[in-house]
C-alpha cells in the first residue's frame, strides 16, 4: 500500500477535516460518471479504488490528529495485522470464490466497524443469501456514509430492484419479483460481465 497521505494529496498529520475534504475533492475527480465511455475509465476505478483504500486506513488506523503513523522508504505495503490489510485480503478471497477462507478470517476481527459489515454482505452475496446481503451492506453505508465503495454497490443492488420491480409491473405482475430472484440476476450479469472483461459488483 502506498503512503496514504500522497495518495490524497495532503501533507501528514493532516487533520481530520483535511482528510475528508482531500477525500471527497478526489472522489468527485475521479467518480465513474465523469470516465463513461472513456479510454480511461478503467485507470479511473483503479485510481478511486486506491483513494478509499487511502481514506479507509488514515480514518481507521492513523491518529490523525497528531499523525503519529510514519511512512517511509521501508513501509511499502501494510502490515498483515492491520485492519485494512486484513480486510483487503478478505475481499480478494471472495473475488477469487474462496469464501470460506474470507469468512473465516472475518470471523476472527472482532470490532464490527463498517468494513465488518460491507465484507460480510459481499460473503452473503456470494453465497446467494440476498436479504442478509442486502442488510449488512446497508449497515456498513449507514456507519461510513462517505465511502464510495460502499455507497455505489448498495446504490447498484437499489437500482437492479427497482428495474427488475418496474419490469415486473409492465408485465402483470403486481407483487414485482423477490429481493432474492432480483439478486439473482444481478449476481448472473456481474459473472457474465466478468467473463467479458468487465465487472458490474466490484470485488464480487
Not at 6 to 16: F, N, R, T
Amino acid at each position: 500500500m502506498r503512503n496514504p497521505y500522497e495518495v490524497l494529496g495532503i501533507k501528514e498529520g493532516a487533520s481530520e477535516d483535511e482528510i475528508k475534504k482531500a477525500y471527497r475533492e478526489l472522489v468527485k475527480k475521479y467518480h465513474p460518471d465523469q470516465y463513461m465511455d472513456n479510454p480511461l475509465s478503467s485507470l479511473a476505478e483503479d485510481k478511486l479504488r486506491e483513494i478509499n483504500q487511502a481514506y479507509d486506513y488514515l480514518m481507521k488506523n492513523t491518529n490523525v490528529s497528531r499523525g503519529s503513523k510514519q511512512w517511509g522508504g521501508n513501509q511499502g505495503g501494510a502490515s498483515s495485522h492491520d485492519a485494512g490489510g486484513l480486510y483487503s485480503q478478505i475481499k480478494s478471497y471472495i473475488q477469487s470464490g474462496n469464501v470460506g477462507a474470507a469468512e473465516d478470517m472475518l470471523e476472527k476481527i472482532t470490532d464490527r466497524t463498517a468494513p465488518w459489515y460491507y465484507c460480510k454482505g459481499l460473503i452473503f452475496l456470494r453465497k446467494g443469501w440476498y436479504d442478509e446481503a442486502y442488510s449488512h451492506i446497508q449497515t456498513a453505508v449507514n456507519m461510513d456514509p462517505s465511502n464510495f465503495e460502499y455507497r455505489d454497490t448498495l446504490n447498484r443492488l437499489n437500482t437492479a430492484n427497482n428495474s427488475y420491480r418496474g419490469t415486473a409491473y409492465r408485465r402483470g405482475y403486481g407483487s414485482g419479483p423477490s429481493f432474492c430472484d432480483m439478486c439473482t440476476c444481478l449476481w448472473c450479469s456481474d459473472s457474465m460481465c466478468e467473463c467479458c472483461g468487465g465487472d458490474i459488483i466490484e470485488c464480487c
